[in-house]
């Protein structure tokens, strides 16, 4: 035993060695510069990682995205994201994940950065999201981690062939403390026993070694190897019982007490990559990750009574699965991740019934088409082969707009890619390998891709007369057809790219990948003009590389920026949202794509010609975010008055900008004692205080800074406003008054206004359903409604400084506002009142900004009802596109934190909201009035419309009554606490 010891630890030290080398591999320090990446509530490429909380009310996933993602079991929602620090291609990839026995703290680890040669196992704790340790010892990617039963060690698996003891302190730092070699290659999987006689290891080279511990020494015990490399490593919950999987898809079951294997054995058609013990430890079940033909199934096996044969086959995936893991008190319950879709699914592994579907972000681009004007995409797998990717093109794209044009309904209008011309002929036989096959009439010879056997080759397409582009797992290579030399190498894509095109007669490149987007470059000069991602609820983003972008209503929500603070720091992220003010430019991507440099765009529009913005996003590493640090009082602290002072300090970041605005909000409400900022004497360490009244018991504040160009992250603070017993609230009760304010303008003094029927009567339907429905909630219900020639200017504006002034921070209010919207040459919005004129909108409609005031001085809780997405107000109007940009913009900036509204509008800026004398006005209305008078209480049916059962209601009744032609949209003002987004709205 000393000599094979000795033999192993030798192999491990000269690997180790060799990946130290200079010349092995250049060092390259962890990126500062902002990193772009989607920032979807789910998985966008392949989850590697589940695993539920001890508890069972929690579902943490992990992939290759380098995210980690919190899901509500109970609820069926996402609840947030933690990320680790990421650099390009696969760094920060998380191939493993484990939890703490008491579910305070998570582990991760997986690909590392291999470029700094460093690869990290962070420790996150679950509450704040802080990275609380680093481990760092791994020479290669860490592909399995647990934590022993008594929460005092973390064991970890890596590729450097190697097993690590950590210990782990309460506060959730690491320190190695064993380094053990017991296998000749990757080490794939780790667990303990959970009577504390050590733990498992299973590696590539067959083996499956027990750990045993003696006076601080670690033995290994070699059981019986698998047939193939083991893959997954599973231990029961009661008793000293193991099951391993191995990748020719063998399942074995060990006895470790006596280190025997036990007879019953299994079999599957693939690798056992995702293995989980059922509660009781009577059970297992097994899924596998690899690509193939043939069906792809999750197996249910019995361990008392299976005689060889699987309890059940569920093909609720359809897709590999990668991962699973089994509630760990509930047999009805077990979680999968996998598939193409990267989904997420909490099952019932006894029936096979799927209870919740997670899927984050859109889907993997398996096509793209290129038109004159247009470009189009597709997210669907297997319509005919396009190189490896599908066919089908579902959705197109207006390259002279810059926006989503829709469904594509003429396939043939869009060219795909060349695999053939009168001179050349490309064909990919052996995608494992890389290779392409170049055919030149009787003769041919081959492109290997660069990076090797591993990179393989997904696309291509001929580009000019001796050029062609070929897409791999990692980037697109513009290729010499002569020589097959590399003449250009195109990165940008984070996973496989599966198809690519020609647009606009060959001036244009445009590519689709597994990471969800779509990215259009600059055929001759190789650079990427702009970037488009859309998800599975059709809002959508497009973006250039220094950050500019335009997107749909909630679409600047879907990208960020990860800002990495060390590899030990937790990262900072921000969506484009937060820097609405200065990167929400549609006429920079329109000039892009039309002039082909996003260089050329920026000195016409004269906006910057600094050098390094054409060629990434550097140029919002000078103006990131403040940042808010709260100093007092100290989370939980109880207090006994009406109010509390709030000490914070404000950070300017990188910007040189002054703070102009500072919000304190109160649950989801902005502090109406909190007064506007001065920015004249702002420091780079600037301290405040402000008062804030509180509510009887939990009271979330959340600060929010911004100057010109960012907002920064909120911060939030939970305090206890401790009050009598009489004081104490019971569900439901009366709390506060309920104001409605309705305004609907359907017929107008200008001729040149389209008339609309239904405003003037959807406001007083709805004021009528609100008023029955929801007066049990309220003390009193107060009321105001504004029909046709009732609301001119002057009336509209008296009826906001009405509502504004009579709720107080105890009441809830409701503001209804339906008709026409339109945008000045200027840019600016205005609600139509009945005595509007278009020639002069500005002295005689209600500027968007006023709206906008009242929905920012209401303390108490604020619901916005919006039906004003009417592109085409006015007759004979030439600038409808602009105004969709501005129409959506004005929908934001009623969610922002300087609106502060929860919003439900009828439809996006791009499309009509509908109305029929069937549904007595607007299909917007009519579902609204039915799912407030009971038919939206579902979740559960507790005789309590909550907000969040009114939206879904809503959303699905419109579509149902316009056939999907319209599309409601909700919008939730950044800063308001999860908890806070659902609230009752009627109790019929």
Partial sequence: MDVFKNTLTLAGSLLLSLLMLPGVMAREPLPTEPIATLAAHGHVTTAHGAVFSPDGRTLYTAGADKVVHAWDVDRGEWRRSFRVPVGPGGDGAIYTIAITPDGRHLAVGGFGHSRSLVYPIHVIDTQSGEITGTGIGHGNSVHGLDFSPDGRFLASASADLSVKIWAFMPDGRLTEVSNLNGHI????????????????????????????ESGGDWTPNQLEPMESQVAKIAVANKGSLAVVGDRNGNIRLYSISNGETLEKRFSQPRAVDALAFSPDSHDILTGSGMTGTGTYDIRRWSLVYSMGEPSAKYTINNAPVTELAWHPTREDLA?????????????????????????????????????TSSIAWGSEWGRGRQGFGGELLDTSFSRPFAEVEGAVTRQGRFERAIHENDRWRLTGPNRARGILEIHHGDTHHTFSTPRGVSDRVNSWTILGENTAAVGTDTSIYIINLEDASVLRTLDAHTSGIWSLARASGGRYLVSGGQDQTTRIWNQET??????????????????????????????DRLIGWQVNRGIDGTPEFYTADQFRASLNRPDVLERVLLLGSLKDALEELRIDTAPEVSASTTRLQSFLPPSVTILSPGPGTHVSGETVTVRFRVDRGTSDQPIERVNVMVNGRISRLVGRVATETISSDDIRSHEVSLSPGRNVITIIAANATAESNPVELVLHRETAAAEQEATPQATGNLYILAIGVGRFESPRIDPLPGPSTDGARLVESLSLNARRLHQEVRTRILRDEEATRDEVLDALTWLEREC???????LHIAGHGETDEGGDYYFLTHDADPDNLRRTAVPWTEVLRTTRMIPGRLLVLTDTCKAGAVTGSQIRRRATSEITNALRDL???????????????????????DWGGGAFTLALIEGLSGKADRLPADGIVSFKELDAYVTNRVKELTEGRQKPVTLIPPGVPAEMQDFPVSAP
Avoid at 347 to 369: Q, W
């Fill in 335 to 371: 979680a999968s991740v996998g598939g193409i879709r990267n989904s997420v699914l909490i099952f019932n592994p006894l029936t096979g019934e799927v209870i919740h579907r997670f899927e984050g972000g859109g889907g993997p681009v398996f096509a793209v088409g290129g038109a």
């Fill in 808 to 814: 107080t921070q105890h009441d809830t209010a409701v």
């Fill in 526 to 555: 190789g650079e990427l003009l702009v970037s488009i991602h859309m998800d599975n609820t059709e809002e959508w983003v497009a973006w250039t590389t220094a950050g500019y972008y335009k997107a749909s209503i909630l679409g």
């Fill in 185 to 212: 290659d990757r080490v794939s999987d780790v667990r303990w026993l959970p009577d504390g006689e050590g733990f498992l290891s299973g590696g590539y080279d067959r083996r499956v070694v027990h750990w045993t």
């Fill in 895 to 917: 969610a922002s934190t300087q609106g502060g509204a929860v919003v439900l509008a009828a439809s996006t800026g791009t499309t009509f909201a509908e109305e029929s004398s």
